[in-house]
């Protein structure tokens, strides 16, 4: 007989999933929405959640499902090169590519930038990144408690402040929702859908999954079932806490334009809010917060990053690993939020697909008896289809017309696929191969050939 959790256990675990989450893009993407989705808001907004919320809480729970010690192992079932390919292309993302970088570049926009003057931007990112850069590589080359506590009080304070002003947004809004721009104005729904992809949360539930499931572990709950129903529910608390975060900054943003006009990404939001509800104060306070927070953030992706390769790659030493993550994440924030947003969006087009049907083969995997089979084939038809949506991407967002060498592929996809001028043309396909090759292995009755 397994253990049972208080509510208080799964509160805490679930607020410490909350805060392993809780980062930059939490913070600008639904901003950002609010802003471009205006009267179309809640289409745009219930989109968003599903890939920003629905997505992170699935792959919790196919962590804790699974039964894998970590990613790779889960992604091994493919095979184990995919496995090694797909966890390092993941923890890059999450790591030096994009979400490190990010999260200096947040904290420059939110915390320095309304401060500066014109011309100044270059020059002051530079010698932030530099000084928050050196401050992230001390503290990951001397992990402290200090910043297990930091984290742990800076959670709930943003959260705190974040709740004032939104208070404030729906007792005194700064305005009215203004007309949807862009690709908001035709398919809200889709555009808030694929904008949750740029939260990363559900490439990092596959990191983090591991996490509260050692947590819960480490309270006595040991049997398979407990683990799956304890991390249900403290995965519940923590995308329901993310979910009210995102829809009230969803509406802040909505209601900004008439004061603020558009800007180009969500931070300088947030911080115009602030000093427009609590004055120079109120935005030097949300800015000093933005800092540490990200700082936090950072500290735990790098740290995360330096431990995963030197087990992956144990001739360079954790410290060596960390100096490297750390200074390509500081060259890559110098060039800016927008760019590191353009940039990380064509491998997110390519890596989701892959993350979302391993979750969904994690789930089913029972029904065709693990075979490797289902699980190679899937994969394979998904690759096919997300690579070239990256490639795709890439092209739309440096402005390239046409998409050359691959253009007569998409054209094929197009006429072919269902979904797929809305991004989600890897869906039938993956559906129709696991079917097919699923109820192969039922009738041929292939053994387990994977860990499971």
């Known amino acids: 007989m397994t253990k049972k959790l208080s509510f208080s256990s799964y509160l805490v675990i679930g607020t410490m999933l909350f805060a392993l989450f809780f980062g930059a893009g939490n913070l600008i993407f639904p901003a950002q929405l609010g802003q471009a989705a205006g009267t179309n808001l809640w289409l745009a907004a219930l989109g968003f959640l599903v890939t920003g919320v629905g997505l992170p809480f699935l792959g919790i729970l196919a962590m804790g499902f699974s039964g894998s010690k970590d990613l790779q192992e889960l992604s091994g079932r493919v095979h184990p090169a995919y496995g090694v390919f797909f966890t390092t292309l993941l923890y890059l993302t999450i790591g030096p590519f994009f979400a490190s970088p990010r999260t200096g570049a947040v904290a420059f926009d939110v915390a320095i930038l309304p401060h ?3 011309g100044s931007h270059s020059l002051g990112l530079f010698l932030f990144t530099l000084i928050f850069s050196a401050i992230t590589l001390w503290l990951s080359l001397n992990p402290a408690k200090i910043v297990d506590n ?26 009215t929702p203004q007309s949807p721009v862009g690709v908001y104005q035709s398919s809200p729904f889709t555009t808030g859908f694929l904008e949750g992809y740029n939260t990363m949360d559900a490439l990092a539930s596959l990191v983090f999954g591991i996490i509260v499931i050692n947590a819960i572990r480490s309270l006595g709950v040991t049997t398979k079932r407990g683990i799956l129903a304890a991390t249900t529910k403290t995965g519940l608390i923590a995308i329901t806490f993310l979910g009210l975060i995102y829809l009230g900054i969803s509406y802040l943003g909505s209601v900004s334009v008439e004061e603020f006009g558009l800007f180009d990404t969500g931070g300088l939001v947030l911080s115009s809010a602030a000093d427009y509800y609590f004055g120079i104060f109120g935005s030097i306070l949300l800015g000093v917060v933005m800092i540490l927070a990200c700082l936090t953030t950072n500290i735990g992706l790098i740290t995360a990053c330096g431990e995963y390769f030197h087990r992956l790659l144990p001739r360079f030493s954790y410290k060596t690993l960390v100096i490297f993550f750390t ?4 060259v890559i924030a110098n060039f800016g939020l927008t760019n590191i947003i353009t940039y990380s969006i064509p491998v997110l087009m390519f890596l989701y697909p892959l993350a979302v049907v391993l979750m969904l083969l994690t789930f089913l995997s029972p029904l065709f008896h693990h075979s490797r089979i289902v699980y190679v084939s899937t994969i394979a038809v998904t690759f096919l289809v997300s690579i070239v949506d990256g490639l795709k991407t890439l092209y739309s967002s440096l402005e390239i017309e046409g998409y050359g060498f691959f253009q007569p592929i998409v054209n094929f996809y197009q006429d072919i696929l269902p979904f797929y001028d809305n991004g989600l043309g890897w869906l039938v396909p993956a559906v129709v191969v696991i079917l097919i090759t699923g109820v192969i292995a039922r009738l041929a009755r292939v053994g387990r050939t994977v860990e499971a």
């Open 327 to 330: 200074v390509l994440t500081f």
């Open 116 to 118: 500066l003057g014109e």
């Open 150 to 175: 930091v984290g742990k009080i800076l959670a709930p304070g943003i959260v705190v402040l974040l709740a004032i002003l939104l208070i404030l947004v729906i007792i005194k809004p700064l305005g």
